[in-house]
């Protein structure tokens, strides 16, 4: 297994600055030369590996693609050297060229841009994480022609603002990172993502290329169709899923006392870095109390700490040695640390998709990590009490948009709490109300704020959520995802051959 590759981060100028002294030869040679060229002289790398150089040579030639290759396998690079081959390219033109990365991960934007601004790249991010003042500046660098490539969430196109700034320029290629997040039938579907086809639409329909690191057989179709494209004209591209530095193991566990007990054998074994996963919160909390009675030093990491504390715990995990993190999956989306030694889920995940996602974190280094899934059977309840949460039913949807249609001066005035409250009175931990006030958004029946929410308009239930089979179909391959969880981790066979057959197709697909 060839380890992750290492950037030199040398400060240096703008690329366009270093690349303006090549000739008109080298101007005119292969795009794939040039490619070459600026991986070397920006990226500090000599060569490309695996399907990296086959990926980029699809796209300089204007043509689709779809990227599955493993967390830290190096995916980034497969849209980043073209981004800068297409800018140099065409720098004498009076088009602006742009490329344009979608990613729902605004931590993991700001590292990859830094990391890309240190190595003299002309990009930026735009996203909610700035104030206005900076939201306004980097609009006005974007009209006038500055960024090479740019970083964005699909919310920011609902901005008006920010397509006018982006209206004057030629955007050459699109990127389309996590995007399993477009399918509704893969592990972490969002919203937003699925307007991915209006966005290439309003793009002007550039050369386009998916990236994930998790996509079954019928998920990478979904995309492709999420995408407004045909299966004829994108090129899957799936370097597999080995990691054969990774010990993948599952302990049956009956209770707390016998987690903690296989967690602290786990941290016997390795002293550096670790991870470990919880589901819930509370459980989480409930562990944390153990460790402190204990006096282990560890960190904490879940999705309601306050902004700042969450940005100084992954700052700390990123810069300190032998970091100890016990987290819910909010942590880890975009943590780029090499020497992670080992990953425990002390608690079941929802899906194999979200667990080889997870365990995907350590060991990028390429040395031996350890990964351990506790599997205590009462943990299914949980999961199963999630898959109701995220499938809101045709009459839950109905009775939500006859509150915002009818009581929507009480909804404004008393705010989720109370309009919850109503929906499903003795379950206020049920998040139906959230997964549905985000597809209502998604399809346009309302618009306003969720957080907090201030509803401006509400317009009528589309036929896709009056449909109760087709919510139906989505409710039961969550189903089918967690059974194959289960199955994993009871399997007599070797996990690594059944997450190969799992995720290159040889089982049977989830959503068929």
């Known amino acids: 297994m060839a380890r992750s590759q290492t950037i030199t981060r040398i400060p240096q100028p ?50 689709h693609a779809m990227v599955i290759m493993p967390t830290g396998g190096g995916k980034s690079l497969c849209y980043q050297v073209p981004a800068l081959v297409l800018a140099n390219s065409l720098k004498t033109s009076n088009s602006l060229p742009i490329s344009i990365v979608l990613s729902p991960l605004i931590a993991l934007m700001k590292d990859q ?22 939201r306004e500046q980097r609009y006005r660098a974007l009209s006038e022609g500055q960024y090479e490539l740019l970083y ?35 592990h972490d579907f969002r919203p937003d993502y699925t307007r991915v086809r209006e966005i290439r639409e309003l793009l002007g329909n550039p050369t386009t290329v998916a990236l994930t690191a998790t996509a079954t057989r019928s998920v990478q179709r979904d995309i492709i169709h999420q995408l ?21 193991d599952v302990n049956e566990v009956w209770g707390d006392d016998d987690k903690l007990a296989h967690i602290h054998e786990v941290r016997q074994r390795h002293s550096g870095t670790g991870i470990v996963y919880f ?35 992954q700052e700390r995990f990123l810069s300190e040695d032998n970091q100890l ?45 350890e990964c351990l899934l506790l599997y205590d059977q009462s943990d299914l309840a949980t999961q ?6 995220s499938n809101p039913d045709v009459d839950f949807y109905a009775r939500l948009h006859d509150f915002l249609s009818h009581d929507l001066d009480s909804v404004q005035a008393f705010g989720m709490e109370w309009l919850r409250e109503r929906l499903h009175a003795k379950q206020k931990h049920d998040r139906r109300l959230e997964t549905a006030l985000g597809m209502l958004e998604r399809y346009g029946v309302i618009e306003g704020s969720l957080t ?25 391959s969550d189903q089918r995802k967690l059974l194959s969880l289960v199955q994993f981790c009871r399997t007599p066979m070797d996990r690594q051959e059944f997450l190969r057959e799992y995720f290159l197709g040889t089982t049977t697909e989830v959503g068929e």
């Open 228 to 248: 407004g494209l045909s299966e004829e004209n994108v090129q899957v591209f799936h370097s597999g899923i080995e990691r054969p530095n990774l010990k993948i």
């Open 452 to 476: 907090p929410l201030r509803v401006d308009r509400v317009g009528p239930l589309p036929p896709e959520l009056r449909d109760s089979s087709a919510l139906s179909a989505k409710l039961q």
């Open 113 to 134: 841009v830094d990391a890309l601004r240190q190595l003299g790249v002309d990009t930026t991010f735009i996203n909610s994480s700035l104030v206005k003042e900076q």
């Open 14 to 63: 703008s690329v366009l600055a270093q690349l303006g002294s090549i000739g008109d030869s080298q101007l005119n040679s292969p795009p794939i030369s040039q490619a070459h060229q600026i991986l070397k002289q920006v990226f500090g790398l000599s060569d490309f590996r695996g399907q990296q150089a086959e990926i980029i040579d699809r796209l300089l030639d204007g043509r």
């Open 279 to 313: 589901t819930l919160i509370k459980t989480l909390e409930r562990f944390s109390d153990y460790f402190e009675a204990e006096r282990i030093e560890h960190l904490v990491y879940h999705g309601e700490l306050p902004r700042e504390q969450r940005r100084r715990v």
């Open 152 to 186: 964005v969430t699909p919310e920011r196109f609902r901005k008006p603002e920010f397509r006018q700034a982006l209206s004057n320029r030629r955007v050459v290629l699109l990127a389309v990172d996590e995007a399993h997040c477009i399918s509704q039938w893969g």
């Open 325 to 369: 993190v016990l987290a819910t999956n909010a942590f880890g989306m975009g943590i780029d640390k090499s020497d992670i030694r080992f990953v425990v889920h002390a608690d079941l995940p929802g899906s194999l998709e979200s667990y080889y996602q997870e365990i995907g974190r350590a060991g990028r280094d390429g040395l031996p990590s």
């Open 384 to 389: 199963m009490e999630f898959m109701q949460w």
